[in-house]
């Protein structure tokens, strides 16, 4: 979670060079495309320049934030990844419908993963203003494609780790 100040964007430490079957997605809504736009091509440029292979990196738009959890579903189903990371915005308006879209989304991405026992990568903003989503999209705070790009690397990688780790019983000495 970002603040003013700390800016989350930047990221050291994972690399796919040791994992190079790794199939990454990305989900990106339409809505708020010059936020998402900018979030979709951090993230992407993030997975490439940590050993993701161009041909290994899968992306589906969806019209809102709303559609991220069905688009990501969808996508893992067609390309069985190690992880799918969705991107999208929500900026508070006169109503609460953020308040019941961010949730839903959180929610349901939450039970993708522990389903699927992957990493379904909630790159989500919250904002109050368009403000905050320019600040957290390429802005002063930095670019939440890139933190979500990060995660999912990391969790990939752990993944993976977890499904080569000799499997023991009992006591070991």
Not at 15 to 20: K, Q, T, V
Not at 122 to 150: P, W, Y
Request: negative net charge; charged residues 20%; glycine residues 8%.
């Amino acid at each position: 979670m970002a603040s003013s100040e700390k800016n989350l964007s930047s990221t050291s430490g994972a690399s796919l060079a040791d994992f190079p079957d790794c199939k990454i997605g990305i989900v990106s809504s339409q809505w708020n495309v010059e936020i998402t736009g900018s979030m979709l091509k951090a993230c992407r440029e993030h997975l490439l320049q940590n050993g993701l292979k161009e041909e290994n990196l899968f992306v589906l738009e969806v019209p809102g934030s709303f559609e991220l959890p069905v688009g990501a579903r969808m996508m893992d189903d067609r390309h069985n990844l190690d992880a799918v990371i969705c991107l999208g915005c929500v900026v508070k308006g006169e109503t609460r419908h953020d308040e019941y879209i961010n949730q839903a989304v959180a929610s349901a991405l939450t039970q993708l993963g522990v389903l699927k026992s992957k990493p379904f990568v909630f790159g989500l903003l919250t904002c109050e203003n368009m403000q905050q989503a320019i600040d957290r999209s390429g802005g002063k705070h930095g670019n939440k494609g890139v933190e979500a790009a990060a995660t999912a690397i990391q969790m990939a990688m752990l993944r993976q780790e977890l499904k080569q780790a000799p499997h023991r019983i009992g006591f070991s000495s």
